[in-house]
């Protein structure tokens, strides 16, 4: 696909961010690995990549920092650093872990109607995020890092 039509099947799946949540459209990108859009409003950015091998879609929200999306999940989990953002996946895992959302060819459908489900599953379960609610942060901080704690671990003893 084309950068165009990824843009307009991206921003069309989640379009209630533009028109209920008044998010803007910073960038998108098209790149050999796959897509990915960025977009913000007053209190939170959102990062949505689409991984075309894996045919999988990650979303990330983050709460703005001083107005700008700063990716620190890495630096944070090796540090008592707080998260600035957590991928949607954390998010069910903590609301509703039965419901995790798996690779399109898992379920047999295709790109825009995968996107149209992961787009439900964060408008269902991230909208207090979106909102700018930000009080799970610190319960998603806690369960991210006690996930990797571990990996680091044994990744730093080597």
């Known amino acids: 696909m084309k950068k165009r039509e990824l843009d307009n099947l991206f ?3 989640f379009d209630f961010l533009f028109t209920e949540y008044s998010f803007k459209n910073i960038s998108s990108k098209l790149e050999s690995w796959g897509y990915k859009l960025i977009a913000a409003n007053s209190t939170t950015g959102i990062e949505i990549k689409c991984e075309f091998r894996e045919a999988f879609i990650v979303v990330v929200v983050y709460r703005l920092i001083d107005g700008k999306i700063i990716n ?4 944070a989990v090796r540090s008592n650093e ?4 957590f991928g949607l996946e954390w998010i069910i895992k903590l609301k509703n872990p039965e419901l995790q959302i798996k690779s399109a060819y898992d379920y047999e459908i295709n790109l825009n109607d995968y996107a149209l489900m992961v787009a439900g599953r964060l408008k269902e379960y991230a909208s207090d995020i979106l909102n700018g609610d930000f009080s799970m942060f610190g319960t998603l901080d806690a369960m991210v890092k006690e996930s990797y704690k571990d990996y680091y671990k044994k990744r730093n003893s080597h």
Do not use: F, K, T, Y
């Open 11 to 13: 921003i069309e799946a």
């Open 72 to 75: 620190n999940i890495d630096r």
């Open 82 to 85: 707080p998260m600035a953002g």
